[in-house]
């Protein structure tokens, strides 16, 4: 039995729009396994078409290599459709199932690659394969990546609201065009996220994740939004931020998680929203894989 785990990404962090992703220490356990072999317990089998059905097809077509019929189950720790790559783990884990299984070798570029054709989001696939912090293009060479890991360690809160948002819905609200002066706000600011965060002046991060070219589209879909990140701005905090499309919300803090934590939480329920908070730390290694008796 082949067991892969693929954590959580938290993209965009501000203002890094489709170009950056964070991965977590959140993971989603998949379970590749022959039909003679029992699920492991507390699993849940996919269906076939699935999002990691398909990373294991492309896989198949792109290099012609026939792998056996599989069973796959998962293990979901993940919240779907809460902008923390839930999608994202799935077709990670089909690609890289597929290169181990059918014994392809497929290098770390290949399976973001291959994974990216499917989800489309390279700024949550990159980092889920690779972990860290990634910046990631897209070119006609295809994806550039590199991964940093920050200096001094992080403490991440993640609100989760009892709510989903699609990514499609969450994409359909924003703009055909922006205002040139938004975009400039926006480069100023991704620039100064990474500085600050490659550098360790973590001083600079409530400046830094402002943002003007999504979150101010998408904070109407999201209740409580304004009343949770002004009590999260006044409460010490790092700074914040939508997490991916939303609706969850991420925290950079060095101390006090525990008020912190209570504070997203207490906002959220004033507006009518139960939510869980996860505190969590960046994920170094991304995805990981053993083989299992």
């Not at 950079?252 to 869980?276: H, M, P, Y």
């Amino acid at each position: 039995m082949l067991q892969i785990s693929v954590p959580a990404t938290s993209a965009n962090l501000g203002p890094g729009f489709d170009c950056v992703g964070l991965a977590l220490d959140l993971n989603n356990e998949f379970y590749f396994f022959e039909s003679e072999v029992a699920p492991p317990p507390k699993t849940t089998l996919l269906r076939s078409g699935s999002l990691v059905h398909q990373g294991l097809d492309l896989v198949q077509h792109r290099y012609g290599k026939k792998i056996p019929a599989l069973k796959i189950a998962v293990k979901t720790k993940i919240p779907r459709a809460r902008g923390l790559g839930s999608s994202a783990t799935l077709t990670v884990a089909g690609v890289a199932a597929a290169s181990i299984w059918g014994e392809l070798n497929l290098s770390t570029s290949e399976i973001i690659n291959l994974a990216s054709e499917i989800e489309g989001h390279l700024d949550n696939v990159a980092p889920a394969v690779i972990g860290g912090l990634v910046p990631a293009v897209a070119t006609p060479q295809g994806i550039k990546y590199l991964k940093i890991i920050p200096p001094k360690p992080l403490k991440i809160i993640v609100g989760v609201p009892d709510f989903r948002l699609s990514t499609a819905a969450a994409r359909n609200v924003l703009p055909k065009q922006v205002a040139y002066t938004d975009a400039i706000f926006n480069t100023g600011r991704f620039g100064l996220l990474m500085t600050a965060l490659i550098t360790g002046e973590y001083q600079m991060l409530p400046i830094a994740m402002q943002d003007r070219l999504h979150q101010p589209y998408r904070a109407p879909l999201i209740p409580g939004w304004e009343e949770v990140i002004t009590e999260i701005n006044a409460s010490g905090a790092l700074g914040c931020c939508l997490s991916g499309a939303g609706p969850s919300i991420l925290v950079f803090c060095e101390q006090n998680t525990d008020q912190i934590s209570f504070i997203l939480e207490n906002t959220w329920r004033q507006q009518g929203v139960k939510a869980q908070t996860y505190l969590l730390t960046i994920s170094l290694e991304g995805m990981k894989y053993c083989w299992k008796d």
